[in-house]
C-alpha cells in the first residue's frame, strides 16, 4: 500500500483541509449550462444577527444532503446562500450598544444609526457564515446575498411599484398589532399567543337620564375604557334591545355613549353587553366603522397613557390599569371581578404584551394573491413533504387576512414613497422624485417607515436570482427545485413566496417543500435561551466532529417529526463515523497497489460466494437509499447504509475475506488454495464495495468519506482497470464522482439467499456460545438437522465457510437424526436443528433446565395465539391476513416444541 491513514480518526486533521480543498477547486460553484438538469436551493437566510442553533444545524444538513447527492447524480446544482437584514433584531442590537454608552438612535439621527448598523454588520453578521461552513454546507459562496445588497433592494422597490400600480398594495388607517417596546406595527402571524391568567371586570355604565340606573360592562382591559365612544348590545338580545339608543355615561371621564345594536356581540360574553373602544380594539373598530363612531386613541406609542385618559396621561397602561379599577371600586362602579383565562399576544421578537393600536400603515391585499397559492398546492404544483403540513399552509391561506407590511423603526427597506406637503398627494417610485406630478410642487417628504422583513425574503427564491433584470441564472435555476424549512415560518415565508412567485414571476418559487422537525431537549421541551437548555452545534462539533453531528441528528430524525436531543446522542454518530474508519484502514492495509494487478484479467467465476452475495446487498442498498432521498426520507436513507456497511459488510464479509487477503490458510478451515485471481478478486470486491458505500455515505458525512475516498483512490489507482467491477476513481473529489446506480447485472438472489441461511446457522452456533459462556476461540462440535434438502445441499457446500465463521472443528449436516445426540445444547431456526455436542464442556444437568424453560416460554406464546384462534369474536372481526398470520404462527410454534421436546439435549 502507498497510502498512509491514522490509527484512530481524528475529524479535527480533515475538515478543514477538505473544506478548503472544495473552496479552492470550485467544486460548490456552479454555471447556467443548458446540456445539465438543474437543481436549486435557496437557503433560509439566517438573521446577520444569528448564531448556529441545532434547528439552523438540522435544516442546513438536510440542504447540504439534497445539494450533494443531486450533484453526484450529474445535476446542475446551486444552492444560493445569504443572510436576512433583519429588521427589529438587529436594530435592537445596535440600540443596546448605543444604550450601555449612554446614547440612543434618536441622539445620533437616522443616517448616522444606519451607517453604524452597517459597520455592525461588517464586524459580526458573516458570523452564522462562517458556522454553516463549519458543518459542511456546499452553497455557492460566490454568490452570497443579503436581503439587502444592492440587487436585492431594487427588486423590493420593483415589487412595490408593480403591487401598488396594481392596487395591490394600499394605506390606511387600521388597528394593528403594537409594540410598544420596539415601537413598531407588527403582522398577525408575527404575534405568539400565550395563555394567560387574568381578570375579568365587570363595570357598571349609568345611563344619563337615569343615573341609579346601568349596564354591567365585562373587559379584560379596563385602562382602554378610557377611549370607550359606544356600548354594543346584540339587536336579539331580550335583555337590551329595549335599551338600544339610549345613552350611558363613561365611569370617570363622563363621556356620553351611545347604546347601539350589533350582531357581532357574542350573547354568551360577560353580560352580554360590551364596550366600543375603536383605537385600541380590532373588533371595535369594524363595529365603529358600521356605526361611524370617531375612535379615540388613549395611548402613547410607548404604552404609556395620553392626554385622552384625564388624570391618568403619563402612566404606564398596567399602572393606569391598578389605577383606574381602585378608582372605580371607590366610587362602587365595580360590579364583580371574575378569575379569567385567556389568550395574550406578544411581540415575537422581545415579547412585549403587544397592543392593538389605530394606526396609518401600508397593507397588502392578501385574498387576491391567496387564490392563485392555494390552488398551486391543490394540483401538485408545489408539494409538501410530509404532506400534512399541506393542509396547515391551506387554511392559513384560505383565512388570510390584509398584511400590515410597514415597520416604525429604521433599519430596512426604506418604503418608495414620497407625499406631498402641498397636496398630499402619495407618490410611489424607485427613483427619488423631484416634483409632484399633481400639482407640480417639489416640496415631497419620504415615507418614514420600512418595509416588514418577511416582504424583502418573500422574493428571495428570484430576487437571488438577479430579478428584475433577465439574468442566466433566473432563466436556468427559477423556479428552484426544492425549499427545506422549518413549520414556524410556514404562514411567515413559505406561503408568502409562493405568493410573490406566482403573481410576480408567474411561476411557482420551488417545487417541493420538506418540513422538519423542531429539535427539543430529552425532556421534549422547545430549546431557548430562557430556558437554558440549548445545545451548542458548535461545541459538539469540536467534541466530536462535523460528520459525527450530522450523523446523530440524521440518525434521529424522522420524516418531519420533532427530535429529543441530548449530548450524548451525538455518540452514536462518533461510533459510526469510527467504524468507517477503522473498516477503510483494514482495506487500505490489505490492497495491494502493485502495477503488475493490470495483467490480472478477472472473470465472473474467479469471484467467491460471498464476493457476489455482498455486491448484490450492496446493489439493494443503492437502490433503497436512492428510493429514500428520492422522497425525502433521509433517516432511512442514512439507517440503509448504516445497517449495510456495519452489519453486512464489517460484521460479515469483512471476517470472511481475511483468508484471502492474507493469503495463508494454515489457520483457516479454507481446504482450496486462495489463487492470486480469487485474492485479487476479494480486494477487487473490497475496493469496489467502499467506493460505492463512501460514494453513498458522502452526502451525509462529506468529510469524512472525502478523506477516505482519496485515499483509496491512491491505494486502487488504475490497478483495477481490468475488473468486472469498475470503480469510481478518475475524478478530483467524490463531490464530483457518480451516484451508484442500481444494477440488474449486479444483483445475485441464489447467493442472498444461500447467505441468509448460512447467518442463520451461524447465529445459532453463536447462540449457544453466548448462552453457555463458551469462549469464542474453544472450537466446537456440530450436527445440523433439516428436512429441506435444498438447505442440506446448500449447507453441505458451504461446510468450510461454517466452519470458518462458527469457528467448528467438525460439523454433520444431514437430513434426519436415528436418534437425539447426548449431551448437546440445540437451537431451532425456522425448520433447522443445530445441536452443539457439549460432552466436556458444560454441565448437562444446568443445560436440561434451561431447554425446559424454552419449552415453557414457547408454550406459553402458543397459548396466547390458540386462545386469539378460539376467539370467536376475533375471527370475525378481525382481517382474513391477521388471521392466516397467526394460524401460521401457531404453525410454527408447534412445530419447534416438537423439536425441542423429542430432541431435549440433556439426557438425566
Same mark, same amino acid.
Request: hydrophobic share 40%.
Given at each position: 500500500?502507498?497510502?498512509?491513514?491514522?490509527?484512530?480518526?481524528?475529524?479535527?486533521?480533515?475538515?478543514?483541509?477538505?473544506?478548503?480543498?472544495?473552496?479552492?477547486?470550485?467544486?460548490?460553484?456552479?454555471?447556467?449550462?443548458?446540456?445539465?438538469?438543474?437543481?436549486?436551493?435557496?437557503?433560509?437566510?439566517?438573521?446577520?444577527?444569528?448564531?448556529?442553533?441545532?434547528?439552523?444545524?438540522l435544516?442546513t444538513?438536510? #440542504?447540504?444532503?439534497?445539494?450533494?447527492?443531486?450533484?453526484?447524480q450529474?445535476?446542475?446544482?446551486?444552492?444560493?446562500?445569504?443572510?436576512?437584514?433583519?429588521?427589529?433584531?438587529?436594530?435592537?442590537?445596535?440600540?443596546?450598544? !448605543?444604550?450601555?454608552?449612554?446614547?440612543?438612535?434618536?441622539a445620533?439621527?437616522?443616517?448616522?444609526?444606519?451607517d453604524?448598523i452597517?459597520?455592525?454588520?461588517?464586524?459580526?453578521?458573516?458570523?452564522?457564515?462562517?458556522?454553516?461552513?463549519?458543518l459542511?454546507?456546499?452553497?455557492?459562496?460566490?454568490?452570497?446575498r443579503?436581503?439587502?445588497?444592492?440587487g436585492?433592494s431594487?427588486?423590493?422597490?420593483?415589487?412595490?411599484?408593480?403591487?401598488?400600480?396594481?392596487?395591490?398594495?394600499?394605506?390606511?388607517?387600521?388597528?394593528?398589532?403594537? @409594540?410598544?417596546? @420596539?415601537?413598531?406595527?407588527?403582522?398577525?402571524?408575527e404575534?405568539?399567543?400565550?395563555?394567560h391568567?387574568?381578570?375579568?371586570?365587570?363595570?357598571?355604565?349609568?345611563?344619563?337620564?337615569?343615573?341609579?340606573?346601568n349596564?354591567?360592562?365585562?373587559?379584560?382591559?379596563?385602562?382602554?375604557?378610557l377611549?370607550?365612544?359606544?356600548?354594543?348590545?346584540?339587536?336579539?338580545?331580550? +335583555?337590551?334591545?329595549e335599551?338600544?339608543?339610549?345613552?350611558?355615561?363613561?365611569?370617570?371621564?363622563? +363621556?356620553?355613549?351611545?347604546?347601539?345594536?350589533?350582531?357581532?356581540?357574542?350573547?354568551e360574553?360577560?353580560?352580554?353587553?360590551?364596550?366600543?373602544?375603536?383605537?385600541?380594539?380590532?373588533?371595535?373598530?369594524a363595529?365603529?366603522?358600521r356605526?361611524?363612531?370617531?375612535?379615540?386613541?388613549?395611548?402613547?406609542?410607548?404604552?404609556?397613557?395620553?392626554?385622552?385618559?384625564?388624570?391618568?396621561?403619563?402612566?404606564?397602561?398596567?399602572?393606569?390599569?391598578?389605577?383606574?379599577?381602585?378608582?372605580?371600586?371607590?366610587?362602587g362602579?365595580v360590579?364583580?371581578?371574575?378569575p379569567y383565562?385567556?389568550?395574550v399576544g406578544? @411581540?415575537?421578537?422581545?415579547?412585549?404584551?403587544?397592543?392593538?393600536?389605530?394606526?396609518?400603515?401600508?397593507?397588502?391585499?392578501?385574498?387576491?394573491?391567496?387564490?392563485?397559492?392555494?390552488?398551486?398546492?391543490?394540483?401538485?404544483?408545489?408539494?409538501?413533504?410530509?404532506?400534512?403540513?399541506?393542509?396547515?399552509?391551506?387554511?392559513?391561506?384560505?383565512?388570510?387576512?390584509?398584511?400590515?407590511?410597514?415597520r #416604525?423603526?429604521?433599519?430596512?427597506?426604506?418604503?418608495?414613497?414620497?407625499?406631498?406637503?402641498?397636496c398630499?398627494?402619495?407618490?410611489?417610485?424607485?427613483?427619488t422624485?423631484?416634483?409632484?406630478?399633481?400639482?407640480?410642487?417639489?416640496?415631497?417628504?419620504?415615507?418614514?417607515?420600512?418595509?416588514?422583513?418577511? /416582504?424583502?425574503?418573500?422574493?428571495?427564491?428570484?430576487?437571488?436570482?438577479?430579478?428584475?433584470?433577465?439574468? #442566466?441564472?433566473?432563466?436556468?435555476?427559477?423556479p428552484?427545485s426544492?425549499?427545506?424549512?422549518?413549520?414556524?415560518?410556514i404562514?411567515?415565508?413559505?406561503?408568502?413566496?409562493?405568493?410573490?412567485?406566482l403573481?410576480?414571476?408567474?411561476?411557482?418559487?420551488?417545487?417541493?417543500?420538506?418540513?422538519?422537525?423542531?429539535?427539543?431537549?430529552?425532556?421534549?421541551?422547545?430549546?431557548?435561551?430562557?430556558?437554558?437548555?440549548?445545545?451548542?452545534?458548535?461545541?459538539?462539533?469540536?467534541?466530536?466532529?462535523?460528520?459525527?453531528?450530522?450523523?446523530?441528528?440524521?440518525?434521529?430524525?424522522?420524516?418531519?417529526q420533532d427530535?429529543?436531543?441530548?449530548?450524548?446522542?451525538?455518540e452514536?454518530?462518533?461510533?459510526?463515523?469510527?467504524?468507517?474508519?477503522?473498516?477503510?484502514?483494514?482495506?487500505?492495509?490489505?490492497?495491494?497497489?502493485?502495477?503488475?494487478?493490470?495483467?490480472?484479467?478477472?472473470?465472473?467465476?474467479?469471484?467467491?460466494?460471498?464476493?457476489?452475495w455482498?455486491?448484490?446487498?450492496?446493489?439493494?442498498?443503492?437502490?433503497?437509499?436512492?428510493?429514500?432521498?428520492?422522497?425525502?426520507?433521509?433517516?432511512?436513507?442514512?439507517?440503509?447504509?448504516?445497517? /449495510?456497511?456495519w452489519?453486512?459488510?464489517?460484521?460479515?464479509?469483512?471476517?470472511?475475506i481475511?483468508?484471502?487477503?492474507?493469503?495463508?490458510?494454515?489457520?483457516?478451515?479454507?481446504?482450496?488454495?486462495?489463487?492470486?485471481?480469487?485474492?485479487?478478486?476479494?480486494?477487487?470486491?473490497?475496493i469496489?464495495?467502499?467506493?460505492k458505500?463512501?460514494?453513498?455515505?458522502?452526502?451525509f458525512?462529506?468529510?469524512?468519506?472525502?478523506?477516505l475516498?482519496?485515499?483509496?483512490?491512491?491505494v486502487?489507482?488504475?490497478?483495477?482497470?481490468? @475488473?468486472?467491477?469498475?470503480?469510481?476513481?478518475?475524478?478530483?473529489?467524490?463531490?464530483?464522482?457518480?451516484?451508484?446506480?442500481?444494477?440488474?447485472?449486479?444483483?445475485?438472489?441464489?447467493?442472498?439467499?444461500?447467505?441468509?441461511?448460512?447467518?442463520?446457522?451461524?447465529?445459532?452456533? +453463536?447462540?449457544?456460545?453466548s448462552?453457555?459462556?463458551?469462549?469464542?476461540?474453544?472450537?466446537?462440535?456440530?450436527?445440523?438437522?433439516?428436512?429441506?434438502?435444498?438447505?442440506?445441499?446448500?449447507?453441505?457446500?458451504?461446510?468450510?465457510? !461454517?466452519?470458518?465463521?462458527?469457528?467448528?472443528?467438525?460439523?454433520?449436516?444431514?437430513?434426519?437424526?436415528?436418534?437425539?445426540?447426548?449431551e448437546?445444547?440445540?437451537?431451532?431456526?425456522g425448520?433447522?436443528?443445530?445441536f452443539?455436542?457439549?460432552?466436556?464442556?458444560?454441565?448437562?444437568?444446568?443445560?436440561?433446565?434451561?431447554?425446559?424453560?424454552?419449552?415453557?416460554?414457547?408454550?406459553k406464546?402458543?397459548?396466547?395465539?390458540?386462545?386469539?384462534?378460539?376467539?370467536?369474536?376475533?375471527?370475525?372481526k378481525?382481517?382474513?391476513?391477521?388471521?392466516?398470520?397467526?394460524?401460521?404462527?401457531?404453525?410454527?410454534?408447534?412445530?419447534?416444541?416438537?423439536?425441542l421436546?423429542? #430432541?431435549?439435549?440433556?439426557?438425566?
Amino acid at each position: 500500500m502507498n497510502e498512509t491513514i491514522s490509527n484512530q480518526y481524528n475529524p479535527k486533521e480533515i475538515e478543514d483541509k477538505w473544506y478548503s480543498f472544495w473552496e479552492d477547486n470550485n467544486i460548490f460553484h456552479s454555471e447556467p449550462n443548458l446540456t445539465q438538469k438543474p437543481y436549486s436551493i435557496v437557503i433560509p437566510p439566517p438573521n446577520i444577527t444569528g448564531v448556529l442553533h441545532m434547528g439552523h444545524a438540522l435544516n442546513t444538513i438536510i #440542504q447540504d444532503i439534497l445539494v450533494r447527492w443531486r450533484k453526484m447524480q450529474g445535476y446542475n446544482t446551486l444552492w444560493m446562500p445569504g443572510t436576512d437584514h433583519a429588521g427589529i433584531a438587529t436594530q435592537n442590537v445596535v440600540e443596546r450598544d !448605543l444604550a450601555k454608552n449612554k446614547s440612543s438612535k434618536e441622539a445620533v439621527g437616522r443616517e448616522k444609526f444606519i451607517d453604524m448598523i452597517w459597520d455592525w454588520k461588517g464586524k459580526y453578521g458573516s458570523t452564522i457564515v462562517k458556522q454553516l461552513k463549519k458543518l459542511g454546507s456546499a452553497c455557492d459562496w460566490e454568490r452570497e446575498r443579503f436581503t439587502m445588497d444592492e440587487g436585492l433592494s431594487s427588486a423590493v422597490k420593483e415589487t412595490f411599484i408593480q403591487l401598488y400600480n396594481k392596487g395591490l398594495i394600499y394605506k390606511g388607517h387600521y388597528v394593528i398589532n403594537w @409594540c410598544p417596546r @420596539c415601537k413598531t406595527a407588527l403582522a398577525d402571524d408575527e404575534v405568539e399567543h400565550e395563555e394567560h391568567e387574568g381578570h375579568l371586570w365587570h363595570i357598571r355604565y349609568p345611563f344619563r337620564d337615569e343615573p341609579h340606573l346601568n349596564i354591567t360592562v365585562a373587559t379584560t382591559r379596563p385602562e382602554t375604557m378610557l377611549g370607550d365612544v359606544a356600548v354594543a348590545v346584540n339587536p336579539s338580545d331580550d +335583555r337590551f334591545k329595549e335599551m338600544i339608543g339610549e345613552t350611558l355615561v363613561l365611569p370617570i371621564l363622563g +363621556r356620553e355613549l351611545k347604546i347601539v345594536g350589533d350582531d357581532f356581540v357574542d350573547l354568551e360574553f360577560g353580560t352580554g353587553a360590551v364596550k366600543i373602544t375603536p383605537a385600541h380594539d380590532v373588533n371595535d373598530f369594524a363595529m365603529a366603522m358600521r356605526h361611524k363612531l370617531e375612535p379615540i386613541t388613549v395611548m402613547n406609542d410607548d404604552g404609556t397613557m395620553n392626554s385622552n385618559a384625564g388624570d391618568y396621561s403619563g402612566m404606564d397602561r398596567y399602572e393606569c390599569r391598578q389605577a383606574l379599577v381602585e378608582e372605580l371600586k371607590l366610587k362602587g362602579l365595580v360590579a364583580k371581578v371574575a378569575p379569567y383565562t385567556h389568550s395574550v399576544g406578544h @411581540c415575537y421578537r422581545c415579547y412585549t404584551v403587544i397592543e392593538p393600536y389605530l394606526s396609518d400603515q401600508w397593507f397588502i391585499k392578501m385574498k387576491p394573491l391567496a387564490q392563485a397559492a392555494i390552488e398551486t398546492a391543490n394540483n401538485g404544483q408545489v408539494k409538501f413533504f410530509p404532506e400534512r403540513w399541506k393542509r396547515v399552509y391551506l387554511s392559513w391561506l384560505e383565512n388570510v387576512r390584509d398584511w400590515c407590511i410597514s415597520r #416604525q423603526i429604521w433599519w430596512g427597506h426604506r418604503i418608495p414613497a414620497w407625499y406631498c406637503e402641498d397636496c398630499n398627494e402619495i407618490v410611489v417610485s424607485k427613483e427619488t422624485p423631484q416634483n409632484c406630478p399633481k400639482c407640480k410642487s417639489s416640496h415631497l417628504k419620504q415615507e418614514s417607515d420600512v418595509l416588514d422583513t418577511w /416582504f424583502s425574503s418573500s422574493l428571495w427564491p428570484f430576487s437571488t436570482m438577479g430579478w428584475p433584470e433577465k439574468t #442566466q441564472e433566473l432563466d436556468f435555476y427559477y423556479p428552484t427545485s426544492t425549499l427545506v424549512t422549518d413549520r414556524g415560518i410556514i404562514y411567515f415565508w413559505v406561503a408568502r413566496m409562493v405568493m410573490m412567485g406566482l403573481e410576480i414571476m408567474q411561476k411557482k418559487p420551488f417545487s417541493n417543500v420538506y418540513i422538519h422537525g423542531t429539535i427539543l431537549d430529552k425532556g421534549g421541551r422547545k430549546m431557548s435561551k430562557s430556558l437554558g437548555n440549548g445545545i451548542d452545534p458548535l461545541k459538539m462539533i469540536e467534541q466530536y466532529g462535523a460528520d459525527a453531528v450530522r450523523i446523530s441528528l440524521i440518525l434521529l430524525t424522522t420524516e418531519g417529526q420533532d427530535v429529543k436531543l441530548s449530548e450524548s446522542k451525538f455518540e452514536m454518530g462518533r461510533n459510526f463515523a469510527n467504524k468507517v474508519w477503522n473498516a477503510a484502514r483494514f482495506a487500505l492495509m490489505n490492497i495491494d497497489s502493485n502495477e503488475n494487478n493490470n495483467k490480472i484479467t478477472l472473470r465472473i467465476d474467479n469471484y467467491s460466494f460471498e464476493d457476489l452475495w455482498i455486491i448484490s446487498r450492496l446493489n439493494y442498498t443503492i437502490e433503497k437509499v436512492t428510493t429514500a432521498l428520492e422522497g425525502f426520507k433521509f433517516n432511512e436513507a442514512l439507517r440503509t447504509v448504516y445497517d /449495510f456497511f456495519w452489519r453486512e459488510f464489517c460484521d460479515w464479509y469483512l471476517e470472511i475475506i481475511k483468508p484471502r487477503l492474507f493469503n495463508d490458510n494454515k489457520d483457516t478451515k479454507i481446504q482450496e488454495d486462495v489463487t492470486e485471481e480469487n485474492r485479487f478478486a476479494a480486494q477487487n470486491t473490497l475496493i469496489y464495495t467502499m467506493d460505492k458505500t463512501l460514494c453513498l455515505l458522502h452526502p451525509f458525512a462529506p468529510f469524512l468519506a472525502e478523506e477516505l475516498w482519496q485515499k483509496l483512490k491512491g491505494v486502487a489507482g488504475n490497478n483495477f482497470s481490468d @475488473c468486472m467491477l469498475k470503480s469510481n476513481m478518475d475524478f478530483n473529489s467524490i463531490m464530483a464522482a457518480h451516484w451508484p446506480m442500481h444494477a440488474p447485472e449486479n444483483a445475485f438472489p441464489k447467493e442472498e439467499e444461500e447467505m441468509r441461511l448460512l447467518q442463520d446457522t451461524i447465529r445459532a452456533v +453463536r447462540n449457544v456460545r453466548s448462552k453457555m459462556n463458551i469462549l469464542e476461540k474453544q472450537p466446537l462440535k456440530a450436527i445440523v438437522v433439516s428436512s429441506f434438502k435444498n438447505d442440506v445441499n446448500v449447507l453441505n457446500d458451504r461446510k468450510d465457510f !461454517l466452519s470458518q465463521m462458527a469457528n467448528l472443528e467438525s460439523i454433520v449436516i444431514t437430513d434426519s437424526l436415528a436418534e437425539k445426540p447426548e449431551e448437546a445444547a440445540c437451537e431451532v431456526v425456522g425448520k433447522i436443528q443445530i445441536f452443539i455436542l457439549l460432552s466436556g464442556l458444560l454441565d448437562p444437568e444446568a443445560e436440561k433446565k434451561k431447554q425446559e424453560k424454552k419449552i415453557e416460554e414457547l408454550e406459553k406464546y402458543l397459548k396466547i395465539v390458540k386462545n386469539k384462534l378460539d376467539n370467536k369474536n376475533f375471527i370475525e372481526k378481525a382481517p382474513e391476513e391477521v388471521i392466516v398470520k397467526e394460524r401460521a404462527r401457531e404453525k410454527e410454534l408447534l412445530e419447534q416444541l416438537g423439536k425441542l421436546k423429542k #430432541q431435549i439435549t440433556v439426557t438425566d
